[in-house]
């Protein structure tokens, strides 16, 4: 696997719903947490890793990585709240998002059992950072233009200096 970067025109197509469960299924939701590990990340999305269906994998600390397959989001909460957010596909650069206190969230795990939850904090906030991914959208692009472009430069420089 191969983390797809800044720039790549992958990460903003929209990817498609995964229709069947396999043991393939489960194997790269398995590839990705390890991916996802080995990258230091909380979230890792298909579309990340040139895999363009509509799964992706998190984990927060105090709980288990988790996979969510064809997620939905059902509900958001009108308070909004802005925390700093990196990517995988950025790194190096961090921002300040605004995005929903709550969320409520249906999905499907690997293994095709499909769950809801309603959750806060860190983990709501990169389960839409994720969900994002999964609609082509970086978290940069939740930015205002001014903002954006300076995170870009910085993203830029940093590329060149490594």
Known sequence: MEILLLGNETLKRKALPVKRFTAETT??????IEFMRTGKGVGLA?????LMERIFVVHVDGDEPR????????????KTVKY???????????????RPEKIKVQAWNERGKA?????????????LHEY???????????????????????????????
Do not use: W
Not at 67 to 76: C, D, K, Y
Not at 84 to 98: D, H, K, N, Q, T
Not at 134 to 161: C, H, M, S
């Open 27 to 32: 194997k790269i939701a398995e590839e990705m």
């Open 84 to 98: 700093e957010e990196g990517c995988l596909s950025i790194p190096g650069v961090y921002a300040e998002v605004m």
């Open 67 to 78: 996979v969510f397959v064809n997620p939905s989001i059902l509900e958001t909460s009108e």
């Open 46 to 50: 298909g579309p990340q890793i040139g």
């Open 115 to 127: 769950f809801t939850i309603e959750t806060e904090g860190i983990l709501a906030r990169v389960i």
């Open 132 to 162: 994002d991914h999964l609609e082509g959208t970086l978290f940069i692009d939740r930015l205002p233009e001014q903002k954006r472009n300076r995170v870009i430069a910085k993203y830029e420089k940093r590329k060149t200096i490594a």
